[in-house]
């Protein structure tokens, strides 16, 4: 038909009419004017459809390898390297030998142009926690008194001596290529439970030290790209408005938004009618209705300020000092209520006490302790601390000698990480140092192992959580990586 | 331990079979195999009694770093390799190997140092060496050509012979001269491409789609040859020209256009891995980038031949500029492709660094090129494909020989930045830059000199009161005594007291105030007394170093030298004396202190300051830079035993991969520099099998969405086979026949009957080709991220189509969670997507939202996907609320009565096809209801606007038919 008749025809059918159409007239015209490829004798064609490939969801949930004793993971992530020996690993040999040179051949520092000072002492005493009694310092009363919940590492390994190459192993397993993150594994490996929240969430993550690579897919799909919920760089109330970005409609209600997004499906199956049900188009009709669905229920989730005051006040969020890293704690168990398969929380470049070690460290620890404890007595309460893994975790420790007098310098050769909840032992601490705290020495745990560790306990085997990029099966735990055994409870 | 002694004896077991089994294997195959065949209670007893005490004890000392005495105890390799007095395991006597002799204390020399090991762990070594002293490598990965591992000269050499099955694969034999194949439908082969693709279809016994329709036909070529969506004026052109060429006149105004480069350069720009910073840790600029990929552009644009597109990225530098004494700029540009990729630059393992970007290059050199990916051979023989070890450093080796950085060692290292000018001229630069230098720093020194003048006076008489301000201060606290009066009272400064209160505030957390913090009242007195004893003896040291510093730089001033770096305080040395002397401390002067200043000395710097703005104006400017490499010190590579530069094993002189050589003859002898130009005339000598296959086959996928292999960075064993390798070789041949013109190939391509199929399937079709790898129709796609912007910004007027140059400000890199980490936002810009420039740590969430990649690694095909997130753009962006606003405004202003026409005018200018009769009626009452529902709207536009947002967000824009 040449297009001067088709404006001829509607010419007249304009002409024709009296009553203007309502709503409901145009979207059976859209049907019924299809004559024989009208909607309802399409979607009856069942066979059109079945022969098409068919796109999955990528974020639908799976089944994991074997029963998952965590459902989901929240992590909370140290940045700058808080120091191990100050926080969770006493060493006594320090105390004695404050200001002695260090017993041995200082390995790969950060800062090697300088020489390194002598064995400093921390300046914080530790205490006896819980019943279990393990000793935690006076830089974390709160996470002290919650001390029988954690399973303390004391033996973590990684390789980067630089923030930015201890950040990228430590979320992705390589510091030397760009790699998927440890959300997006797992994302991948276990979907989503639910559909109207992203599964993998970055809450103020850090722009720096390999910034989005951080929380990226790299080479997965991009439907497993972490989303972050504003950066480091921004405050609390200049996110809440919106938190992910395009979630919100700032200029219609719900009912015209909905009015809008029936004609756009409606134009969009009467396409999708023409070619042959083609999946991919399927799939983008079905990504509009899941996307009105998250808008609606979405912001939900990030509504903070509608928990209880005693809550709030569980958390910090009365107190300038924690109420940013409260605020991220408590969104944290939030979407973990709500299902969100991997949240991670950032406390931002804070932690690099190359000097004052002091001041930075008692600061640092102020901000995050009570909401930390906060967030694992609201889950222990709430009976989410059973299959929330929580875990606490620096991108390295600091040395046992100091720097510039009164810092201390990058130490990833052995530090302290705990893990809490989601199927670790409870008031245990696995691995050791050597006596200056400087070595890991028992029970390893390199970052690879963390990660195999983590994966386990999501019910995921780390060397079949692989995907094909490139000519090769690709995975977390590039070609090691041993499960903690003894960690699991 | 009953439990434990029967795993040793399993242990025992496994070894003595492998022992027996394979007596010509080295001893770092023999683990390796030992473990790969052993179970997991091998590794924990290593685990668990070996390695903790290896380390506990001995690896301070004897760790790949310090190597004490030669020796490192902290991989398998360094125990193995033992140390300077030699092997540590007697393998024939167990009982005599020098590690136990040591450890046990039987000897002169006794280890560990610090006391001898317990009893248990005594014995635990033992039953260890006893075994062979297997060491699990915890990285461990199984080689499957490692028994075929040969020694030469002592030393393990990782080449092999290839089976004939390498030998005949597929890729690697040469492009093969080939005819069109017959059909028996001769109408439809437009061009010999056809024939190839209907031959197959015929035996097959299936027939290609239909032709598309020419609205289809001319968005498809329109957005497939620049990224744009044809506009209404072209539509009006192609469906009026009736002439059989008319669809030929599209393909060669397309290929005329400037758009064309800007969207073909952004293919090859994924394969580039293409972005403006350096990404992974630090995240600096490139902030000469940009010329590269303007380089790529115009290289499209010109149809700058590919061998030599080739040649240029990778030794652009190296080949002479046209006119001598001049400088080859856009050879030395073109080097960018080298030089722009991501690098871990605070890596403090500098050599480690430096071999992480070698292999970077070498990854994107090998798979851009030759789709190989020669990468994967760097600690072992490729798993998969007949690329030994040292293939790779024979050609790591020629980027190892090779320049990225200015200043490798840097605490941060520094990328190198080529001068695009000759040697004369840019040492005249630096000449001139140093001269303007030295006037502002002349200037600068005078304004401190001023400062510290007031400031020494000042200190003169306060400094020795510190103890009272100190204890007013407390005063303050603790009493609530009111600062003024109190100052007033003790004949003290007042604004320098109050500084002191701010200062001394219990609340401050300092270390170095601790003291001060906890003492009682009764030693306050002393305490305060203390400090300001402290405070006085390091500042008369501070002013002798100063006084120091003077005598030369007024020596300076009057000799017209060159002026001394006027001395820093170190803070770590002295906390509390920084603080209250400098940065803005209670004994600080600052410029904005005026009342410390003779109004000469405030004349004085205003005077400075205004030469100094001056001298800023007169800064010489910068020479124009590339982000390039150049040749550097020539480097002998050697292995490196599974990828550890501490473990040197063959030379590997550089060279092609053996396989491939084997095809084409080895690579033209290096003679001088670092091989990059013999590398670049190797991989472009005409019989290479790989280069115009991969390149015409990239192309072919840009075309048609899949390619003939449709793993387009991997022709190896794990990629796809061809599923037209009689085409993809006819397409080679035609490719170099037509001095490697990418342009004739797009016409070759373009004016098939293939092209213009309609992405329509019929049943039968579907049935039989459900991936389409017979091409039974045109693939179905999702625009990228690029066409959906630009093509947005194109309907809404505007886009800025200006070329070139770079939106970039600034170098280096920013505050760790500065804004500026950020790349800039796409939707407040509108030049086209790529010409945004894209720091590479932090892409812009529009682009990681639709699938752009992450420009890190080689990326010939991107992956396409749908989800919610991204359907909240469309509904919710402000970007398209602005832009459907003006693409609705600017729809014919006509009467009411004319909606139809202007529905029509949304459909022709969006989807770029004329609505139906039953789309016109839909459109029509979807208006009219919205108007209905929503009245309170501003008139006619509102729901115009959503009108179009509905058509730009429909399926019908977001594909390509």
């Known amino acids: 038909m040449k297009e001067h008749d088709i404006e001829r025809m509607v010419a007249s059918i304009y002409h024709q009419r009296e009553e203007p159409m309502s709503r409901r007239s145009w979207l059976r015209a859209a049907g019924l004017g299809f004559g024989s490829l009208g909607l309802s004798a399409l979607l009856a064609d069942e066979h059109s459809v079945m022969a098409m490939p068919q796109v999955q969801n990528p974020l639908a949930p799976k089944a994991p390898h074997n029963p998952a004793k965590a459902k989901r993971v929240i992590f909370l992530f140290m940045h700058g390297g808080p120091s191990s020996i100050d926080t969770f690993d006493p060493k006594e040999r320090l105390d004695r030998e404050d200001g002695k040179p260090l017993p041995f051949k200082r390995p790969l520092s950060f800062d090697n142009k300088n020489d390194a000072g002598p064995l400093m002492k921390s300046p914080w005493k530790f205490r006896p926690g819980g019943k279990s009694g393990i000793p935690v310092s006076d830089l974390f009363p709160h996470v002290r008194d919650c001390v029988d919940d954690l399973c303390i590492i004391r033996s973590m390994v990684g390789e980067g001596v630089d923030h930015g190459a201890a950040l990228l192993q430590t979320f992705t397993g390589t510091s030397t290529f760009i790699r998927p993150s440890m959300g997006s594994w797992t994302v991948y490996g276990l979907g989503t439970e639910n559909q109207n929240l992203p599964g993998f969430i970055a809450i103020k993550p850090s722009l720096a030290h390999g910034g989005a690579k951080n929380w990226s897919s790299a080479f997965l799909p991009g439907a497993y790209q972490g989303t972050a919920i504003g950066h480091a760089g921004l405050k609390v109330d200049d996110i809440k408005g919106e938190p992910i970005e395009y979630l919100i409609n700032k200029r219609f209600s719900t009912d015209q938004q909905r009015f809008e997004l029936d004609m756009l499906q409606n134009i969009n199956r009467r396409h999708e009618a023409l070619r042959q049900n083609d999946p991919q188009l399927e799939a983008r009709i079905q990504a509009f209705e899941l996307a009105f669905r998250m808008q609606a229920e979405a912001p939900e989730a990030f509504q903070v300020d509608k928990e209880s005051e005693t809550t709030k006040k569980l958390y910090g969020l009365d107190n300038p000092a924690t109420q940013d890293f409260g605020w991220q704690c408590l969104l944290a168990r939030r979407l973990a209520e709500r299902g969100v398969r991997f949240i991670q929380c950032t406390h931002s470049y804070k932690w690099d006490q190359h000097s004052e070690l002091f001041n930075g460290h008692t600061r640092n620890a102020r901000e995050v302790d009570k909401p930390i404890a906060g967030l694992l007595r609201d889950l222990k309460s709430r009976g989410l601390l059973d299959d929330t893994l929580v875990i606490w975790a620096g991108e390295f420790g600091r040395t046992p000698v100091s720097q510039g007098g009164d810092g201390r310098d990058h130490n990833p050769y052995g530090y302290s990480i705990w893990m809490a909840g989601g199927g670790v032992k409870p008031g245990f601490v696995y691995g050791a140092t050597d006596e200056i705290g400087y070595h890991a020495v028992e029970d390893r745990m390199h970052i690879h192992d963390f990660h195999a560790t983590v994966l386990a306990l999501l019910g995921l085997e780390h060397d079949r959580l692989t995907y094909r990029y490139s000519g090769r099966d690709f995975r977390l735990t590039d070609v090691a990586g041993v499960v903690a055994n003894k960690i699991l409870s | 331990m009953p439990a434990n002694r029967q795993m040793l004896k399993k242990f025992s077991l496994l070894i003595f079979f492998i022992l027996g089994s394979a007596v010509l294997l080295t001893p770092r195959v023999m683990t390796q195999q030992a473990v790969a065949g052993g179970s997991t209670e091998q590794v924990e007893f290593f685990e668990k009694k070996i390695r903790p005490v290896l380390m506990n004890n001995c690896a301070a000392c004897h760790n790949p770093d310090a190597k004490i005495a030669g020796l490192d105890l902290t991989t398998a390799e360094g125990f193995r390799g033992g140390g300077e007095s030699g092997p540590l395991i007697d393998r024939q006597n167990p009982e005599n190997s020098r590690l136990l002799k040591v450890v046990g204390y039987e000897e002169k020399l006794k280890m560990p140092p610090t006391g001898k090991l317990r009893e248990d762990e005594l014995v635990d070594l033992a039953a260890w060496v006893k075994m062979g002293a297997p060491w699990p490598a915890s990285n461990l990965s199984s080689t499957p050509h490692a028994a075929e591992t040969k020694v030469v000269n002592g030393v393990k050499s990782s080449t092999r012979e290839f089976t004939p099955d390498e030998r005949a694969y597929w890729a690697f034999q040469p492009v093969r001269s080939v005819k069109p194949p017959e059909v028996s439908d001769n109408a439809w082969v437009r061009t010999p491409v056809d024939a190839f693709i209907l031959h197959k279809l015929e035996g097959n016994k299936l027939s290609p789609a239909q032709e598309a329709d020419k609205h289809t036909l001319l968005r498809r070529a329109t957005l497939d040859l620049t990224g744009l969506p044809p506009t209404e004026a072209e539509m009006h052109a192609f469906l009026a020209d009736q002439s059989p060429d008319a669809f030929a006149k599209v393909v060669d105004r397309l290929l005329a256009s400037p758009r064309y480069g800007e969207k073909w350069g952004r293919n090859w720009l994924d394969v580039a891995r293409y972005a403006d910073s350096t990404g992974n840790d630090e995240d600096h600029r490139y902030p000469n980038a940009w010329r590269y990929r303007d380089y790529v552009i115009s290289s499209f644009n010109n149809d700058l031949p590919y061998d030599q597109f080739l040649r240029e990225q990778l030794a652009g530098d190296l080949i002479p500029a046209k006119r001598p004494g001049e400088v080859n700029r856009q050879g030395i540009t073109a080097t960018g492709f080298l030089a722009l990729g991501p690098k871990a630059i605070a890596q403090q393992d500098k050599k480690k660094m430096l071999y992480d970007v070698y292999d970077e290059q070498l990854d994107v050199t090998t798979r851009a090129f030759m789709g190989l990916t020669v990468a994967c051979s760097r600690c072992h023989n490729h798993k998969f494909d007949p690329i030994l070890t040292r293939d790779y450093y024979s050609i790591v080796g020629i980027f190892a020989g090779t320049r990225s950085f200015s200043d490798p060692m840097a605490f941060v290292s520094e990328s190198l930045n080529k001068p695009l000018v000759t040697k004369s001229e840019y040492d005249a630069w630096l000449a001139a830059k140093k001269a303007h230098q030295e ?523």
């Open chain 2, 439 to 961: 006037k502002a720093k002349r200037r600068q020194l005078e304004i401190g000199e001023i400062v510290d003048a007031a400031k020494e006076r000042m200190a003169a008489r306060q400094t020795d009161r510190l103890a009272e301000y100190m204890l007013s201060a407390r005063n303050v606290h603790i009493n609530k005594a009111e600062s003024n009066s109190l100052a007033e009272t003790q004949g003290l400064d007042p604004a320098i007291l109050e500084k002191w209160v701010k200062y001394l505030n219990p609340d401050n957390i300092k270390q170095h105030l601790l003291v001060w913090k906890n003492s009682e009242a009764a030693s306050i007195n002393q305490v305060a007394g203390d400090y300001e004893k402290r405070f006085l003896a390091q500042l008369s040291k501070w002013n002798e170093t100063l006084s120091a510093w003077r005598v030369k730089y007024r020596q300076a001033l009057k000799d017209g030298t060159e002026l001394p770096d006027k001395p820093g305080f170190d803070g770590g040395k002295d906390r509390f004396f920084d603080e209250i002397y400098f940065r803005k401390g209670p004994f600080s002067v600052t410029q904005e202190d005026k009342h410390r200043f003779t109004p000469g000395e405030i004349k004085r710097i205003a005077e400075l300051k205004a030469e100094l703005e001056n001298l800023k104006k007169e800064a010489p400017p910068e020479p124009e830079m590339a982000c390039a490499v150049e040749d550097g010190d020539v480097v002998e590579q050697k292995v490196f035993i599974r990828g550890d530069y501490h473990n040197e094993g063959e030379e590997a002189p550089k060279a092609a991969p053996a396989i491939l050589a084997e095809k084409t003859g080895p690579l033209p002898e290096v003679k001088t520099g670092s091989g990059r130009l013999e590398l670049a005339q190797w991989l472009t000598r005409p019989d290479h099998p790989l280069t115009a296959r991969v390149m015409v086959n990239r192309i072919w996928q840009w075309h048609f969405g899949d390619g003939i292999v449709r793993t387009p960075d991997n022709f190896g064993k794990m990629g796809e086979r061809p599923t037209h390798p009689e085409l993809l070789d006819y397409l080679a041949a035609r490719f170099i026949q037509s001095g490697w013109s990418i342009k004739s190939m797009h016409r070759l391509i373009m004016l098939s009957s293939a092209y213009r199929m309609s992405s329509e399937v019929s049943a039968q079709a579907l049935a039989a080709d459900q991936e389409n790898k017979l091409l039974t129709r045109f693939n179905r796609r999702r625009l990228t991220v690029e066409e959906m912007r630009d093509g947005v910004l194109a309907l809404s007027g505007d886009l800025d189509l200006t070329m070139g140059g770079t939106l970039q400000e600034g170098t280096g890199t920013d505050g760790e969670n500065d804004n500026k980490r950020l790349s800039l936002n796409p939707e407040l810009l509108t030049r086209r997507t790529v010409y945004l420039p894209l720091r590479r740590a932090n892409l812009p969430t529009l682009l990681n939202l639709f699938d752009f990649g992450d420009a890190t690694a080689p990326s010939g095909k991107r992956q396409l996907t749908n989800v919610a997130t991204q359907a909240l753009f469309w509904m919710n962006s402000e970007f398209l609320t602005e832009a459907t606003k003006k693409i609705a405004r600017a729809l014919p202003q006509e009467k009411q009565s004319d909606v139809a026409a202007r529905i029509q005018s949304a459909y022709r200018r969006i989807l770029g096809r004329p609505a139906s009769l039953d789309e016109i009626k839909t459109g029509h009452g979807y208006l009219e209801d919205f108007r209905r529902k929503y009245p309170i709207e501003e008139p006619a536009h509102a729901s115009w606007q959503s009108f179009c947002r509905i058509l730009i967000a429909s399926n019908d824009f977001v594909y390509v038919d």
